[in-house]
C-alpha cells in the first residue's frame, strides 16, 4: 500500500495482475525452479544474464530496505528473489521451498536502479 518516493504505487491494479502477472505466472507452471533460476537473456554486448536472481537486501534501494524491514511477514528474510519481465518490470518477492510469494510489482526499475556509464 501507499506510494514509493517516486511516485509509483506500491499496490498492482487487477488489471495489472490479469494482464501482465498472472499471465507471466502460468507461463511459468511447467517450469522447476531450477529451471526458472537459470533463465537467461541477452544483456549488453550480447552477455548471457540471469533473468531472473536472488538478491540480498542490502542490493536494493534505501526506501526499499526499509520497507521491507516494516513489512513484519518479510523482515525474517534477507535474500529477496526478483523475476525481470521486461526492461523496467519486476516481480519481488521470496521463495519459500518450492513457494513464491510476491511482494511488490515494479513498473520503473526504481528499487535496485542500475546504473548506467
Excluded: M
Excluded at 536472488?54 to 534505501?62: F, G, M, W
Aim: hydrophobic share 30%; proline share 2%; with cysteine.
Amino acid at each position: 500500500e501507499g506510494v514509493w518516493s517516486w511516485g509509483e504505487s506500491r499496490r498492482w491494479e487487477e488489471e495489472e495482475y490479469l494482464n501482465t502477472i498472472q499471465p507471466h505466472f502460468q507461463a511459468l507452471d511447467n517450469n522447476s525452479w531450477q529451471e526458472v533460476e537459470t533463465q537467461t537473456y541477452n544483456g549488453a554486448s550480447n552477455q548471457r544474464k540471469n533473468l531472473n536472481k536472488y538478491q540480498h537486501l542490502n542490493s536494493i534501494c534505501e526506501e526499499a530496505q526499509q520497507r521491507w524491514q516494516d513489512i513484519e511477514i518479510t523482515s525474517q528474510f534477507e535474500v529477496l528473489f526478483r523475476l525481470r519481465l521486461g526492461t523496467s518490470r519486476r516481480i519481488w518477492g521470496v521463495r519459500v521451498q518450492h513457494h513464491f510469494f510476491i511482494v511488490w510489482y515494479e513498473r520503473h526499475h526504481k528499487i535496485c536502479p542500475i546504473e548506467r556509464d
